[in-house]
Structure formats: structure tokens, C-alpha cells
């Protein structure tokens, strides 16, 4: 199976947690759902469709956790008085106009994000997607989780891949909890630092999300575990989000 890889980077990102309320917290990586949404912008498909139709798509992902810095934004609740239809001469400043009430709340923002992407996703959209990064063109500007954090794609190349059989490997990318067991005396011994996520997976055309427990290490180092859902490419062992 072919994978195209990129890079996806830029200033500032912001991928909002679904248990997330007033103080609106970030994941620290993109889960499946924001790169499909991703691909689906570079495709030029219609909002809320790449998820359904670029089922199934195999995604692996890894890279460092990236510093957190905390935003005060302001949204507003309501929007300001109307203003009238007819403007006399005469008329006076009106007093009585109704005040916008806009509110603070935190975000969190990641600073100088960067991750290697694998994907494959069903034709015909693989190999236009592979055309269009390889050109630097797409239909709509991907963001990282907010429009105005506009997102960098670099095309890396394309590489198959092979399923390894049932054993223990240094898992580059991130990996569902479900599918690997940790190999703790190594991980213990390297000194890694294991973060549990809990991320979506999946969306409906309904946009009802169902998601999945990820292990990630922070410093985007390998993690030893045993598994019989690892692929070799190139130099690398990955698994699918």
C-alpha cells in the first residue's frame, strides 16, 4: 500500500478538546478527524463530507509535543443594536442603544506546531491528493483547528508499506491504546515520557463522534511496544490512528 507523506506546520494551532467548556483546552496533536478535514480542504470537498468520504483512510502521525501558551480571546454574545432604516437631519445620538456583552475565555494555543503525516486514503482521491501537495495547490487554505491559523503542507514523497509480523517495536508515531502493549521495562530504561489521550476517531454525516484512546510520547520518540498492527516505511515503524 502507498502512503503520501507530508509535513504539516505552522505558527499557532488550536485543536479544541470535545470535553472542553469554558476554558476552551487544545489537543496537543491533531486527531484523525481535523487531517481528514485537512485533506478534505486541499480536495476541495464540501464541509463536514471529507470524513464520511475518505473512509477508510489509513493516518499515522507523529512528531514533538509542542509549548502551550494560554490566550485570553474575546467572543461576543450578542451583537450590537441595529441601526435604523431611516436617518433624519435632525436626529440625535441615541442614548438608549443596547450594549454588546462580550465575554473572555482562555485557549489554549499551541506555538510552532510541526508533524510527519502518512495517509491513504481511496482513490480517486489518493492520487489527486498526491498531485496537489506535490504542486503546493488546493481549493481551500487549511488551518490548524481555527481559520486564521493558517496551515504549511510540505510534500515529503510517496513509500509503501509493509505490515510486520506479531512482535515488540520502537512505534515511531501515535497509537491507539487498544492495539499495542507497552513494553514498560524499555520504556522505564529510555526514559520516555508517555502521554494518554483521549481523541475522536470518527464522525457521522450527522456529526455524532465516536473516538479512541492514543499513547503519545512527548519529546516524539519512539515507544517499544508489542503489537501485530505495526508497518514498516522506509526507516520508520507507524500505526494507524
Not at 79 to 90: G, K
Not at 132 to 142: D, G, T, V
Not at 159 to 181: A, I, R
Request: proline share 8%; glycine share 4%.
Amino acid at each position: 500500500m502507498e502512503l503520501i507523506i507530508f509535513r504539516l506546520s505552522g505558527r499557532f494551532a488550536h485543536f479544541l478538546r470535545a470535553e472542553a467548556s469554558a476554558s476552551a483546552l487544545s489537543y496537543p496533536i491533531p486527531p484523525r478527524t481535523v487531517i481528514l478535514g485537512i485533506l478534505g480542504a486541499v480536495l476541495g470537498l464540501p464541509k463536514d463530507e471529507p470524513q464520511v468520504a475518505l473512509e477508510p483512510a489509513n493516518v499515522a502521525i507523529y512528531g514533538r509535543l509542542p509549548k502551550t501558551h494560554w490566550h485570553r480571546a474575546k467572543l461576543r454574545k450578542d451583537p450590537p443594536a441595529l441601526l435604523p432604516h431611516f436617518i433624519r437631519r435632525t436626529q440625535k445620538l441615541d442614548r438608549n442603544t443596547v450594549p454588546e456583552k462580550p465575554t473572555l475565555i482562555l485557549q489554549e494555543w499551541l506555538f510552532e506546531p510541526s508533524y510527519t503525516v502518512w495517509v491513504s486514503i481511496p482513490e480517486p482521491h489518493h492520487t489527486e491528493l498526491k498531485n496537489r501537495l506535490n504542486k503546493r495547490q488546493w481549493h481551500f487554505s487549511p488551518s490548524l483547528g481555527l481559520s486564521e491559523m493558517i496551515a504549511d503542507i510540505e510534500y515529503l514523497g510517496t513509500n509503501e508499506c509493509m505490515l510486520l509480523p506479531k512482535g515488540t517495536y520502537d512505534v515511531q508515531s501515535v497509537f491507539q491504546q487498544g492495539v499495542g502493549v507497552l513494553e514498560m521495562e524499555k520504556i522505564f530504561e529510555k526514559e520516555l515520557v508517555i502521554h494518554s489521550l483521549q481523541m475522536p476517531r470518527t464522525v457521522t454525516a450527522d456529526r455524532v463522534f465516536s473516538h479512541s484512546a492514543y499513547f503519545v510520547e512527548r519529546d516524539g520518540r519512539a515507544v517499544p511496544a508489542e503489537t501485530d498492527q505495526a508497518y514498516k516505511v522506509d526507516d520508520k515503524v507507524v500505526m494507524y490512528l
